[in-house]
Every structure is written in C-alpha cells, then in structure tokens.
C-alpha cells in the first residue's frame, strides 16, 4: 500500500539559507499535517492543509511557509534558517480522521 | 522495526457511554509513552504523558495505563462527550540518542447523542 512520502530524507544546510521540504499524500487524502521535533524534544505541530486550504496553524515561524498544490502535495520552506531549526520534520495525512505518518525529513543546519 | 498498533480502528459509541482503545508497541528503548486528540485538520492535543514507572495516569475524564512489561497502553474515556469525537493517537518515544517518536495511526471515535 502506499505510504506518505517525504523528500529529501536528509538536508544539510547553513545558516541563514533556505530549505524546502515536500509531502505527498497518500493518494486521495485531502489532509496534511507538519510536525517539528527537535533534538530530545517532542513533535510540535506546524500546520495543517485540507483541501489545499490552511486548516490550523500551530508554533510555525514567521520565516516558514507552506502551502498545499493542487496534486494535495505540500512543501514547508523554511527561510533565513537557523541553528534551532535542526529538527526533523514529519509529514503526514489523513482522509477523516486516522492520520498516516511519513518517515520524516532530518534538517541538519550548520 | 519499532512500530505503534492501535485498536479499534474506529469506534462508535453513544453518549454517556464509556470507551477504552488500545495501543501495542514494539519500540525499543523505551522513554515515553503518549496520547493525544486531534480533530480532523486541527494540531493534535496532549492527554497524558507515561514513562516507564507510570502504570496510570488520569487527565480528566480520561485514563491511561501502562503496562511495560506486555508494551500495551490504553485509553479509558468515562461518560463520553459529542466534543470527544476526534482521532485518538498514541505515540511513543524512543530513547537512545534520537529521541525517535513512532506514530501510530490512531483510533477514529465517533460520539453519538
């Protein structure tokens, strides 16, 4: 079956540059949710899209943004980034309520 | 392979009724164990947070139990609310360096009056 897709696995960035995580959905799923966890820390919800509109917004920073496509794939870009933005980021989705997780892309800023 | 398997799938009951799901993990090492509610689009909400020596711990109306040694949680929710129809997720964190959570995909409960 599929599974939600995360790209890339792994980013290494410096600081102050820019990142651009990608989400794809299980297909006909219209809901997608981000979560940041940070070294030790739990998940902390970001945002979430439903039907390609913004449905809640969480502890997201000003310098992210994300959006949801047409396809119902999402990407988190994430600017001006810091050395607190090292985390991993999971992506998941849902039709109704069971949410399916991704395996998450690991952030690594220098 | 760490893995998070809850039970039931989905749930409906009727209002003022009780209800108890189920999580089984295999993750190891263990540090944590973690409910939440999350409606349908909306951020997930913390319920309970269970380590190793914890065996219950209530939040309200709801209950969790930790049995570690079967690695079986549970979730008890008395005299059920329309309010507390949502996706129950139970998650649990891995130790060892990572820090690594693995999510289950959640109970669906629906409340009907």
């Known amino acids: 079956a599929a599974g939600v897709i995360q790209s890339p696995r792994h980013l290494i960035k410096e600081k102050r540059e820019t990142a651009t995580l990608k989400c794809y959905p299980i297909?006909?799923?219209?809901?997608v949710y981000w979560y940041q966890q940070g070294p030790g820390q739990d998940p902390q919800f970001l945002i979430s899209?439903?039907?390609?509109?913004?449905?809640d917004k969480g502890s997201i920073p000003d310098r992210f943004s994300a959006q949801q496509f047409s396809d119902y794939h999402s990407e988190l870009n994430m600017s001006s980034l810091e050395l607190g933005d090292s985390a991993l980021y999971f992506c998941?989705?849902?039709?109704?309520?069971?949410?399916?997780f991704g395996p998450g892309t690991r952030l690594t800023v220098l | 392979k760490n893995q998070v398997e809850q039970s039931p799938q989905s749930l409906i009951i009727l209002e003022g009724k009780n209800c108890t799901l189920q999580?089984?993990?295999?993750?190891?090492?263990?540090?944590?164990l973690r409910w939440y509610k999350q409606d349908t689009g909306r951020g997930p909400v913390s319920l309970t947070i269970?380590?190793?020596?914890?065996n219950t711990k209530s939040n309200g109306r709801y209950t969790a139990t930790l049995d570690a040694d079967t690695k079986q949680s549970s979730l008890h929710i008395t005299a059920s609310q329309l309010s507390d129809s949502a996706s129950y997720i139970c998650?649990?964190?891995?130790?060892?360096?990572?820090?690594?959570?693995?999510f289950g995909r959640g109970t669906s409960l629906i409340v009907h009056p």
């Open positions: 899209f439903y039907e390609k509109m913004q449905s």
């Open positions: 269970m380590t190793f020596s914890e």
């Open positions: 998650v649990v964190i891995s130790e060892g360096g990572s820090y690594i959570p693995t």
């Open positions: 998941a989705s849902s039709l109704g309520f069971n949410q399916f």
């Open positions: 297909p006909r799923h219209d809901t």
């Open positions: 999580c089984n993990y295999t993750v190891s090492p263990f540090s944590n």
